[in-house]
């Protein structure tokens, strides 16, 4: 019956916090601070006053908010392609811990445009409180960022680094991602081994990296013939495969930079009557959802992109409520990859699994 009767003055008029105040026996204080995750307020405490907002459908006056705090309760997120399900992950991410917190969130789409990336973050600045940003900008154009940083802007990188900017950061390894796809191939009996290299991106370079110290570990030539250039979509993924089989001698094993790159290439492949998984061992990056539904499973490096997502989140909001010492600026999240192993590559069904690479160890488990 209570539960009853609070969802029916929810919908009679709007909750306010001292509603929820009389609901739990406590002062409106108390509810301001839990909701807004003041110190003072002890987690069980909090707890109970965030599943009483909910159950009666609060919802902050946001404009009486911002007036009161100088805050919008906006968050803004950057990012270079929505088309994939990769950035939507880091999004949802973000909006798992930013909306119980009182944070809303606005997205914007830059399709890897350095301009665009630029215009969409300056569009951003006074709507929101902070940016979270997975950066096209090539290596040491970072004079936008240092700028609006050194001005009071709360800002997070996710994904993509950009060298000389001293902000949070929350990547994966992309060098042992790199590792993870060329030493898999290695291990397979592959000693000509190709690679479509991405943009400047600090994760094509990254990968680009481990795909090199890869090689070499194993005492594998490194050959520049071996490398294309192309971006991140599958759409240049296809016409960087495309070309390199019409100059003939692709390499028996491909690792692309990111899954649509991949995807891209093994259409390409397939039209050109190569088959993928057994005349071409590919693997990509990133582990897209429903790179395990194509026609031939695609191997991949996955880590989490949700909690990529989640822990942006958590350091731009601590940037925005004051707590440099949490959130000091310089710190850098790594998630550590994976390699999941499917059809693509020509691995023994046996083989089929998630595959961690122990790098000291130079040796290999594998989690069924």
């Known amino acids: 019956m209570r539960s009853e009767s609070l969802a029916l003055h929810s919908k009679i008029m709007p909750v306010t916090l001292a509603d929820i105040a009389r609901a739990l026996g406590v002062s409106k204080m108390t509810v301001s601070r839990a909701i807004n995750n003041h110190p003072l307020i002890n987690p069980q405490t909090r707890q109970r006053v965030l599943e009483v907002a909910r159950r009666m459908n609060y919802q902050p006056n946001q404009h009486a908010r911002a007036l009161a705090t100088n805050r919008s309760s906006l968050i803004g997120l950057v990012v270079p392609d929505l088309m994939h399900s990769y950035f939507a992950e880091i999004y949802r991410g973000v909006e798992a811990v930013a909306r119980p917190l009182g944070y809303r969130n606005l997205i914007c ?54 060298e000389g900017l001293r902000c949070p950061v929350v990547t994966t390894d992309d060098v042992e991602v790199g590792l993870l796809a060329t030493e898999h191939l290695i291990a397979l009996g592959h000693r000509r081994i190709g690679h479509l290299r ?10 680009f990296e481990g795909y090199r110290r890869a090689l070499a570990r194993h005492k594998l030539r490194f050959d520049k013939r071996l490398v294309r250039d192309c971006g991140f979509t599958e759409r240049e993924g296809y016409e960087a495969m495309r070309g390199w089989l ?94 999941v192993v499917r059809s693509s590559c020509g691995a023994q069904r046996a083989a089929v699994g998630v595959v961690r690479w122990a790098a000291r160890a130079g040796s290999y488990s594998v989690k069924r």
Do not use: C
Request: hydrophobic share 40%.
């Open 198 to 207: 991405g943009t400047a991106a600090s994760t094509a370079a990254g990968r």
């Open 246 to 339: 019409g100059e003939g001698r692709v390499p028996g094993a491909v690792f692309a930079v990111n899954d649509p790159t991949a995807i891209g290439a093994m259409q390409a492949l397939e039209e050109g009557g190569v088959r993928v998984g057994r005349d071409v061992a590919l693997v990509g990056g990133g582990n897209i959802h429903y790179g395990d539904m194509l026609r031939v499973p695609l191997t991949t490096v996955s880590w989490s992109r949700s909690e990529m997502g989640r822990q942006a989140a958590r350091l731009l909001i601590e940037l925005i409520e004051g707590k440099e010492a949490t959130a000091r600026k310089g710190r850098h999240i790594v998630l550590r990859p994976e390699l």
């Open 109 to 162: 789409n830059t399709d890897e445009e350095a301009a665009k990336e630029l215009d969409e973050a300056e569009a951003l600045l006074p709507r929101t409180d902070g940016l979270i940003v997975a950066s096209s900008l090539p290596p040491g154009k970072v004079g936008f960022y240092r700028r609006i940083i050194k001005g009071g802007a709360k800002v997070v990188l996710v994904d993509r680094r950009l």
